[in-house]
Structure formats: structure tokens, C-alpha cells
């Protein structure tokens, strides 16, 4: 997304200071929609979630933090469909959905280089399920989080196209404007209304499903921007904020005020989609895992040994180097 980036990728270089990329700003898209998720889900499990709210909101973006501190990490935050197919042809015909026949096809490699995003959700599922069959308190908080992160990233049309931040077509910040942006201005005013959690049949299919409506989106990602900025003068397209103690440049309230209506909710509507499929995937693993009593777990606080991994998570990140692709 990435619903968002480590930073608000808005800001662009102006000259005056800027706010340092690892500030954790553009955070805020992946946190509410992991804390939304909770309310989607039955009894049985609702009570153990409601319990780690605060977890299961803070740590919806420990897959960011861990882009600085683990290689190989980026590319499950993605799929750039375009470089598989040309003009023309179906994508999803042209991509394999499962990953062995994918690796055969593409190599692995290659996948590694361009994105896995719908893959690495449905193995995030099975640490899930595994995690509930243990009844691991740890586990389950950790990839209950990450996989919602996960599913949020697929949401976003952005996160399907080799032109991920509008650097092939002259429109660089355009990624952080989407995800971060403008759901910073615009989550207050939504609906989250998107009902009960639902079990998913095909894990597998149902993250390509989420990757395909994202990818149907992009055009009209990238188009609406063009319109837009046609129709806000040059001098209005961008303002300078305060935040923190730096002034920094960034998409003005008229112009995204203006995108935002031009999409017509689009928004909106992939947050919605993701908060109702985070909440199904959870229900799913409790389910395939054999729908375990998660009363046995309340009541109980994450084992010093977890905390002490998130400690050396938060330091990597606020001291390491980024790995990956940066969309600034």
C-alpha cells in the first residue's frame, strides 16, 4: 500500500529539511486496518484479538521494519504483474498462479526480483495455522500482524506494477500519495462496515483475487493523477507542512482533495476489501487449525523472548539501511 509505506513517500526533495525516511508516518493505512479486522471476526475468536488490539495494531507494520534489517524481505510486500505479460494479454493467464509452476515458467529468481506477495500470504497462513495448533501465544500475535500487513499491501494497485511509484511516467510520490496520503486525510470519513469474516476456501486464490482487483485499479491510479494535476495549477499542486520540527513539501489538501474525488472511492472501497480479508484469513487458520479454545491464551502477555526480537526490529530499523526498492 506500501495500505502503506514506511514513510510518507508524498514528500518530495525541496531544499528544505526533510522528514527522515524511517519515520513511521506513513504507517498509519496498515494500523487501522489491522485493528479493523478484529471486529469482522466470530466470538470464538474475538475476545483473544480484542484482548491484543494494541499488538495486533502496533505491529501491523513489522514487515516495513523489516525491510532494514532482512534481505529478501522486500519483494513479499509485491508482484510488479506488468513485467510478466505485454500489451494485450491476460496476465493471469499469462502468470502461474501456483509457485512451482511459476519458478518453472519465470524461474525463481526472477520472482524473488519482480514480487511474491500472493505466495508469501499463503505461507504466512500456514505459520498461522501452525501457530494455532500449538496454541503459541507468540506466534499467533506475530503472524496474525504480519499477514495482515501482508493482505494490505496486495489491496493496493501500486503494489502490481513495476512503475510502483509513478518513476516511469513522471509521476514520482505518486505511491505514498495513494496509500498514505490520502488515507491520512480521508480514513475519518469512511465507512468500515464490511461485515462478519467469512472462511476461505482457496487461500491461494483468494490473495490472487485480491492482487487482480488491485492491478484492474492501476490505470485509474495513474490516469486520475495526470487529470488532476492538468487541472490544479502548478503553484497548488504541492505545500510546505510542519511536522516534527521540519518543514517538508508535500501534495497539497486541494489537489488531493481533488484525486481523491476523481477516484471515486476507490480508496476507500480497497480498505474495505482488506480489512474484510484479513479477518477471513484469521478465521481461516483458526479453522483449518482445528478451531482451538483461544480462552486457554487470554490473559497472557507475550513472552519476554518476543519482546526482545521486536527491540532488536526496532533497532535495525531506526539504524540500518533500507533493502529494497524505496518509493520516495
Known sequence: MKIILLLSA???????????????????????????????????????????VEYITEHAVDPDKRRYAMDGEAPCHYIDLDHFYHKGEDPYEVMPKKWND??????????????????????????LQRAFERKNLDLILKYSADIGHYIGDAHVPLHTTENYNGQMTNQKGIHGLWESRLVEI??????????????????LGFAWEAVRGSHMALDSVLSMEVKTTSEIPSDRKYSY??????????????????????????????????????????????????QPDLRQLQNTAPSQELVQELEALDAHFKNGEHKGRICD
Open 10 to 52: 508524498i514528500l518530495v526533495s525541496s531544499g528544505l529539511n526533510r522528514v527522515p525516511e524511517k519515520v513511521n508516518w506513513g504507517f498509519y493505512g496498515h494500523k487501522k486496518i489491522n485493528r479493523l479486522a478484529i471486529f469482522t471476526l466470530p466470538s470464538e475468536m474475538f475476545g483473544f484479538y480484542k484482548e491484543h
Open 102 to 127: 511459476a519458478v518453472e515458467k519465470f524461474s525463481e529468481d526472477t520472482l524473488m526480483a519482480y514480487g511474491i506477495v500472493p505466495w508469501h500470504i499463503q505461507r504466512v497462513k500456514y505459520k
Open 186 to 203: 480521508n480514513a475519518d470519513t469512511y465507512d468500515y462496515f464490511v461485515g462478519k469474516s467469512t472462511y476461505v476456501k482457496d487461500v
Open 241 to 290: 507542512e510542519r511536522r516534527g520540527n521540519v518543514t517538508v513539501k508535500a501534495y497539497s489538501k486541494e489537489f488531493c482533495d481533488l484525486y481523491h474525488q476523481k477516484m471515486n472511492g476507490m480508496v476507500e472501497r480497497r480498505m474495505k476489501k482488506a480489512i474484510i480479508a484479513i479477518g477471513s484469513i484469521w478465521y481461516t487458520a483458526w479453522v483449518d487449525a482445528g
